[in-house]
């Protein structure tokens, strides 16, 4: 699977929020996107998945036209959002909600296919018909993982997928993101890539602008963080980069 970005540059309302950005990314691997809030980083997801029309540029994936066509997106890759939410009305249960994206892309067995997804991703049990408005935030993030993997894209895409979630969750959701991206690509936003950093192929660094973008041993550096975050942040993060690569 093959991502490339050619000079894109999204504007909200006139004022640029991404400028000129040029990126390449090839699967499997973890990509992890950074950078101080408000940096661009859910744009530049969205504008991935074609789900906002860039100002100028153009996406592409595995060498085809992208740029503002989710449907096509669609194809390609699954979206977690941040701060996934149970659909307040919904009373479906979680083995119902991933099977129900199933049916709509017209995949047969979807019920056989939802069960055995979840299975992949520790859920099962009287888990699989609890109410998505039973969930801890952790549990609700896998569901909202298997419904996004359920098709088997080549590609993942998620937006903060630890952040909201408790110590012990967040643990086992980084254990899963490592074991996704041995099979697909998968690009994630990140507040604190430490977790991550050891399963982490590319780290890019965006603030408005591309700031660097590379393996984290070129790129998770004081002196290139601080370009963007203030100086504590910055050390603070490679110090937890040095304990979490290694666990
Ligand atoms: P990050 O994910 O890095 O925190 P975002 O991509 O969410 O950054 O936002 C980048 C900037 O664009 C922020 O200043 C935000 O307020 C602004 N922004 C995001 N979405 C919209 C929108 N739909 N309309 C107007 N401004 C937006």
């Known amino acids: 699977m093959r991502v490339r970005v050619e000079d894109l540059t999204v504007a909200y309302n006139g004022e640029p929020v991404l400028s000129g950005?040029?990126?390449?990314?090839?699967?499997?691997?973890?990509?992890?996107?950074?950078?101080?809030?408000?940096?661009?980083?859910?744009?530049?997801?969205?504008?991935?998945?074609?789900?906002?029309?860039?100002?100028?540029?153009r996406v592409f994936l595995d060498g085809f036209e992208a740029t503002g066509r989710p449907e096509m997106v669609g194809r390609y890759a699954g979206y977690v959002p941040q701060n996934p939410s149970a659909p307040k009305l919904s009373p479906m249960t979680v083995r119902e909600f991933v099977e129900t994206s199933l049916r709509l892309r017209g995949v047969t067995r979807a019920r056989e296919r939802a069960v055995e997804v979840l299975h992949t991703l520790g859920i099962r049990g009287e888990v699989l018909e609890s109410r998505l408005w039973e969930l801890s935030m952790g549990m609700l993030q896998r569901v909202f993982i298997a419904r996004a993997i359920a098709p088997d894209p080549k590609m993942l895409v998620m937006d903060e997928p630890l952040a909201s979630v408790d110590p012990a969750g967040r643990m086992e959701i980084a254990r899963i993101i490592a074991g996704l991206a041995r099979e697909r690509l998968v690009l994630m936003t990140s507040h604190d890539p430490s977790l991550l950093l050891g399963h982490t192929d590319i780290i890019v660094v965006i603030n408005r602008d591309l700031i660097a973008s590379g393996p984290p041993e070129e790129v998770y550096r004081e002196d290139v963080l601080r370009r963007v975050y203030g100086e504590s942040v910055a050390r603070g993060l490679v110090l937890a980069g040095e304990g979490g690569a290694h666990g």
């Open 21 to 57: 950005v040029n990126l390449e990314f090839r699967g499997p691997g973890l990509v992890q996107i950074i950078g101080p809030n408000g940096a661009g980083k859910t744009t530049f997801l969205k504008a991935i998945l074609g789900l906002i029309k860039p100002a100028r540029g």
